[in-house]
C-alpha cells in the first residue's frame, strides 16, 4: 500500500515560485507514473502534470512552459516547480500514483492511490 504525502505549498503572490513534494512510503512507486492534479473551490480536480516511470513528463496546456515535474527514485520523491504563478493557480494540489496508458494519463480515474493534498494560494 503506496501512502503519499504531499508539502511544500503556501500563499506566494502572482509571479513567484513554489516547489511541491511527494513523497512515497510503504512501497516504491519507481514503477508507477505519478501525476499532479489540483482542484480549486466549487471546481472540478484537473490534471496538472504527471511523468511516467520512464521519466517522460506531461503537462497540462495551461501550465506548459511554466511548470516542471521530476522524480527522484532513490528518495521516492517527486516534485513539481512551479515558476511565474498566476491567481488561476490557487487550488489545493494532489498527487496521485497509478498505471494509466499513455492517452488516460489526464484521467482522475486512472490513478488509485492519493495524497492528502496541499493548499497553493496565489494572490494578484
Known amino acids: 500500500q503506496v501512502q503519499l504525502v504531499e508539502s511544500g505549498g503556501g500563499l506566494v503572490q502572482a509571479g513567484d515560485s513554489l516547489r511541491l513534494s511527494c513523497a512515497a512510503s510503504?512501497?516504491?512507486?519507481?514503477?508507477?507514473?505519478v501525476a499532479w492534479f489540483r482542484q480549486a473551490p466549487e471546481k472540478e480536480r484537473e490534471f496538472v502534470a504527471a511523468?511516467?516511470?520512464?521519466?517522460?513528463?506531461y503537462y497540462a496546456e495551461s501550465v506548459k512552459g511554466r511548470f516542471t515535474m521530476s522524480r527522484d527514485n532513490g528518495k521516492n520523491t517527486v516534485y513539481l516547480q512551479m515558476d511565474t504563478l498566476k491567481p488561476e493557480d490557487t487550488a489545493v494540489y494532489y498527487c496521485?500514483?497509478?498505471?494509466?496508458?499513455?492517452?488516460?494519463?489526464?484521467?482522475?480515474?486512472?490513478?488509485?492511490?492519493w495524497g492528502q493534498g496541499t493548499q497553493v494560494t496565489v494572490s494578484s
Open positions: 496521485a500514483t497509478g498505471r494509466p496508458i499513455l492517452s488516460a494519463i489526464r484521467n482522475t480515474n486512472m490513478y488509485y492511490h
Open positions: 511523468i511516467r516511470a520512464t521519466g517522460h513528463t
Open positions: 510503504g512501497s516504491s512507486f519507481r514503477d508507477y507514473t
